[in-house]
């Protein structure tokens, strides 16, 4: 079809939204936000031991081109012009840890997921040089208690046990990154001149990085005894950082030359999507695992009750940069993935919502997905999953309401200590994320919570953030951020439906079968689980000695 005949739409605005399960590419008209096509990948993920989780960096590298690729060509069946794309945002899952060689543009290991609970050792060793293995020690400098959560111990594990990463240190070939600074890096020529970056939001999650002063600390660098030269430059959320380049080996071109020129972590470039831009607005993200930030403006406010302190966005190289309180769930999607992948009870997703919805109720049994540990409030990497209060009565479809309504309780509980932070309560509860699909989620995330639930109708929210940071750069500038520019955005509202004391009542079971999923790892666990007799020398020199004297007995018997 000739040119000509394309549907004119005014400046578009890409955007590569890399999450833990999928990835996805999304094309957005910047003048009404509208989604006009995207593409999805769902990414793999390894699990080589209990407790590892493990994603390769090029499955991810070339899910993008994949999606980049097959959107615009939706595109231009759509009659939509793909030249109309000035900009791409990218978005991406955090603290996941990439360490590659610029040489060869090869990675060195697999990407260390943000769930991976490998480092627990690392974690209690560093945590044995520190005063009163004090685990806020570094609390009023990087927002973050130490934790396996966080990417520096993550690099701290590769570069302590991965021979590769170690020679390509010593030989100055090696460059560290979270997904965005691999993505940024491969995307804007890789080997030959790619941008080795990243933005204030994602170098806030690695533990090496000053919200303060905007940099990388040396005094922590030297803490983890991380090289800084494999470090990315850190830059804003919104300007241009390299353009577009041809990738041969996976034919992908279609937007060579479009600058990336917006870079947020996955839950600021939600809060940017859901225009949280004033203190105290609030969204929580519903995905693998679960989100709720908080904007606390250009103050950075820091938590009493197991929240973190974040950078939520800096839109400009010259623009202030503005805080976030944040509590995180590790466990949220991944637990229905979980029903699906690990226990076989549902085909699909969207088979747990109709087991849910069935029965109306978990039958008094409660579901703690602990399987990363707990996170916020409690950062408490003991814990381990528990379904308690089982019956004989007891089915698929309680154990499915169980789960969902696992997921509304961990929020209860981040808002809870988000309301006393704050010290003003949330009188309503914005959200987004692939799960606020889940009607009966929904309603009851607003029974547990007491309060209204507000979900937009577009919730690619995360992405959208991601766009609007991109259109919105200097150099770019056809994004307004402008509240008083944007069109009315369309919700869909979930009231509580049943009275404060039953709910009540369902929160504090939920809690007492918290604290029962408390303390059921320990470093001193034997190696790979081996519990064995035998482990025990002097028993078992009992044992086999007590055998050949009864194989002795009987032979002199006979």
Same mark, same amino acid.
């Given at each position: 079809?000739?040119?000509?005949?394309?549907?004119?739409?005014?400046?578009?605005?890409?955007?590569?939204?890399?999450?833990?399960?999928?990835?996805?590419?999304?094309?957005?008209?910047?003048?009404?936000?509208?989604?006009?096509?995207?593409?999805?990948?769902?990414?793999?993920?390894?699990?080589?031991?209990?407790?590892?989780?493990?994603?390769?960096?090029?499955?991810?590298?070339?899910?993008?081109?994949?999606?980049?690729?097959?959107?615009?060509?939706?595109?231009?069946?759509?009659?939509?012009?793909?030249?109309?794309?000035?900009?791409?945002?990218?978005?991406?899952?955090?603290?996941?840890?990439?360490?590659?060689?610029?040489?060869?543009?090869?990675?060195?290991?697999?990407?260390?997921?943000?769930?991976?609970?490998?480092?627990?050792?690392?974690?209690?060793?560093?945590?044995?040089?520190?005063?009163?293995?004090?685990?806020?020690?570094?609390?009023?400098?990087?927002?973050?208690?130490?934790?396996?959560?966080?990417?520096?111990?993550?690099?701290?594990?590769?570069?302590?046990?991965?021979?590769?990463?170690?020679?390509?240190?010593?030989?100055?070939?090696?460059?560290?990154?979270?997904?965005?600074?691999?993505?940024?890096?491969?995307?804007?020529?890789?080997?030959?001149?790619?941008?080795?970056?990243?933005?204030?939001?994602?170098?806030?999650?690695?533990?090496?990085?000053?919200?303060?002063?905007?940099?990388?600390?040396?005094?922590?660098?030297?803490?983890?005894?991380?090289?800084?030269?494999?470090?990315?430059?850190?830059?804003?959320?919104?300007?241009?950082?390299?353009?577009?380049?041809?990738?041969?080996?996976?034919?992908?071109?279609?937007?060579?030359?479009?600058?990336?020129?917006?870079?947020?972590?996955?839950?600021?470039?939600?809060?940017?999507?859901?225009?949280?831009?004033?203190?105290?607005?609030?969204?929580?993200?519903?995905?693998?695992?679960?989100?709720?930030?908080?904007?606390?403006?250009?103050?950075?406010?820091?938590?009493?009750?197991?929240?973190?302190?974040?950078?939520?966005?800096?839109?400009?190289?010259?623009?202030?940069?503005?805080?976030?309180?944040?509590?995180?769930?590790?466990?949220?999607?991944?637990?229905?993935?979980?029903?699906?992948?690990?226990?076989?009870?549902?085909?699909?997703?969207?088979?747990?919502?109709?087991?849910?919805?069935?029965?109306?109720?978990?039958?008094?049994?409660?579901?703690?997905?602990?399987?990363?540990?707990?996170?916020?409030?409690?950062?408490?990497?003991?814990?381990?999953?528990?379904?308690?209060?089982?019956?004989?009565?007891?089915?698929?479809?309680?154990?499915?309401?169980?789960?969902?309504?696992?997921?509304?309780?961990?929020?209860?509980?981040?808002?809870?200590?988000?309301?006393?932070?704050?010290?003003?309560?949330?009188?309503?509860?914005?959200?987004?994320?692939?799960?606020?699909?889940?009607?009966?989620?929904?309603?009851?995330?607003?029974?547990?919570?007491?309060?209204?639930?507000?979900?937009?109708?577009?919730?690619?929210?995360?992405?959208?953030?991601?766009?609007?940071?991109?259109?919105?750069?200097?150099?770019?500038?056809?994004?307004?951020?402008?509240?008083?520019?944007?069109?009315?955005?369309?919700?869909?509202?979930? %009231?509580?439906?049943? &009275?404060?004391?039953? !709910?009540? =009542?369902?929160?504090?079971?939920?809690?007492?079968?918290? +604290?029962? #999923? $408390?303390?059921?790892?320990?470093? %001193?666990?034997?190696? &790979?689980?081996?519990? !064995?007799? =035998?482990?025990?020398?002097?028993?078992?020199?009992?044992? +086999?000695? #007590? $055998?050949?004297?009864?194989?002795?007995?009987?032979?002199?018997?006979?």
């Amino acid at each position: 079809m000739a040119a000509s005949d394309r549907m004119v739409l005014g400046p578009l605005v890409g955007s590569i939204d890399q999450g833990t399960s999928s990835t996805r590419f999304l094309v957005f008209n910047a003048k009404t936000a509208e989604l006009l096509s995207h593409h999805q990948v769902e990414i793999q993920q390894k699990f080589p031991k209990e407790g590892w989780v493990e994603q390769d960096p090029k499955e991810i590298l070339k899910s993008v081109h994949e999606c980049v690729e097959r959107t615009c060509e939706k595109l231009q069946q759509l009659n939509i012009d793909i030249t109309n794309i000035k900009a791409i945002g990218v978005s991406n899952q955090r603290e996941t840890t990439v360490v590659w060689d610029k040489t060869t543009g090869e990675p060195l290991y697999n990407a260390i997921v943000w769930l991976d609970l490998r480092t627990q050792s690392t974690v209690e060793r560093l945590l044995k040089r520190i005063p009163g293995k004090n685990k806020a020690f570094f609390k009023f400098r990087t927002g973050l208690p130490l934790s396996t959560y966080f990417s520096a111990v993550k690099l701290r594990w590769l570069l302590d046990n991965v021979e590769e990463i170690r020679q390509a240190v010593d030989d100055g070939r090696a460059m560290f990154g979270t997904i965005d600074s691999w993505l940024i890096w491969s995307l804007t020529g890789g080997k030959n001149g790619g941008v080795h970056c990243t933005d204030v939001t994602n170098a806030s999650r690695t533990m090496l990085f000053n919200i303060h002063s905007l940099e990388w600390d040396p005094e922590l660098c030297q803490f983890f005894d991380i090289p800084m030269e494999i470090l990315p430059k850190v830059r804003s959320s919104s300007e241009i950082y390299g353009l577009m380049k041809i990738s041969p080996s996976l034919k992908s071109g279609a937007l060579t030359g479009v600058p990336i020129s917006g870079c947020l972590g996955d839950q600021s470039a939600a809060l940017v999507g859901q225009m949280c831009f004033q203190d105290g607005q609030a969204k929580n993200t519903y995905g693998t695992g679960c989100f709720l930030l908080c904007n606390t403006g250009q103050k950075s406010v820091f938590s009493e009750h197991g929240l973190l302190t974040t950078i939520a966005y800096k839109l400009g190289r010259d623009k202030s940069v503005c805080y976030a309180l944040e509590g995180s769930v590790a466990i949220a999607g991944a637990v229905v993935r979980w029903l699906r992948d690990n226990l076989g009870i549902v085909k699909t997703a969207q088979e747990v919502e109709k087991l849910a919805a069935e029965v109306g109720t978990s039958y008094g049994c409660y579901f703690v997905p602990a399987f990363s540990g707990l996170y916020a409030p409690y950062w408490e990497p003991s814990a381990r999953g528990i379904i308690c209060g089982l019956t004989q009565f007891t089915n698929k479809n309680h154990i499915a309401f169980a789960a969902l309504e696992a997921v509304c309780f961990q929020t209860r509980e981040i808002l809870d200590a988000m309301n006393k932070d704050c010290g003003i309560p949330l009188n309503q509860l914005q959200v987004d994320g692939g799960m606020t699909n889940n009607k009966v989620l929904m309603q009851l995330q607003s029974d547990i919570l007491c309060i209204p639930v507000v979900k937009p109708s577009m919730p690619e929210t995360t992405a959208l953030g991601a766009a609007m940071a991109a259109g919105a750069a200097e150099g770019v500038g056809i994004w307004s951020l402008n509240p008083g520019d944007w069109t009315a955005v369309t919700c869909e509202r979930f %009231e509580p439906q049943i &009275n404060p004391e039953e !709910s009540e =009542f369902r929160y504090a079971r939920w809690k007492k079968a918290v +604290m029962k #999923s $408390m303390g059921w790892e320990t470093s %001193e666990a034997p190696p &790979n689980g081996d519990t !064995s007799i =035998f482990c025990s020398l002097p028993l078992g020199f009992f044992i +086999m000695s #007590s $055998m050949i004297m009864l194989i002795g007995a009987k032979y002199v018997s006979g």
